[in-house]
């Protein structure tokens, strides 16, 4: 996003607005995913009772993979769990 927003979780808001990044879809047939990452706190208020903290994956950077196994698929580890097939397809 341009502008920082604000992340909502289970419909609580968190207490200050973020800038996320986002690895996005590589040109060729490779796989972009985050290169660069660090976990940060998050603090969310609810409308209607206290609020909580969340561990978050923070994406400093991305870089397009060459080792895919579904190049630009963000759904290519359900075929892990195929007691959830109906995910998967």
Same mark, same amino acid.
Not at 7 to 33: F, H, M, N, W
Not at 34 to 50: A, E, L, M, N, R
Not at 51 to 59: A, D, K, M, Q
Not at 75 to 89: G, Q, R, T
């Given at each position: 996003?341009?502008?920082p927003?604000?992340l909502t979780?289970? /419909?609580?808001?968190s207490?200050?607005?973020?800038r996320?990044k986002y690895? /996005?879809v590589?040109?060729d ?11 940060i706190d998050?603090?969310f208020?609810?409308?209607? /009772?206290?609020g909580?903290s ?5 994406i400093?950077?991305c870089?397009?993979n060459l080792?895919?196994?579904n190049?630009?698929?963000i ?8 007691d959830?097939?109906?995910?998967a397809?």
């Amino acid at each position: 996003p341009e502008a920082p927003v604000n992340l909502t979780l289970a /419909g609580c808001v968190s207490t200050r607005a973020y800038r996320p990044k986002y690895c /996005g879809v590589c040109t060729d047939s490779r796989c972009c995913i985050p290169y660069k990452s660090k976990t940060i706190d998050v603090s969310f208020q609810c409308p209607d /009772g206290p609020g909580f903290s969340r561990r978050v994956l923070w994406i400093n950077a991305c870089f397009c993979n060459l080792s895919c196994r579904n190049p630009n698929d963000i759904f290519a580890d359900l075929d892990l769990y195929p007691d959830f097939s109906e995910i998967a397809n």
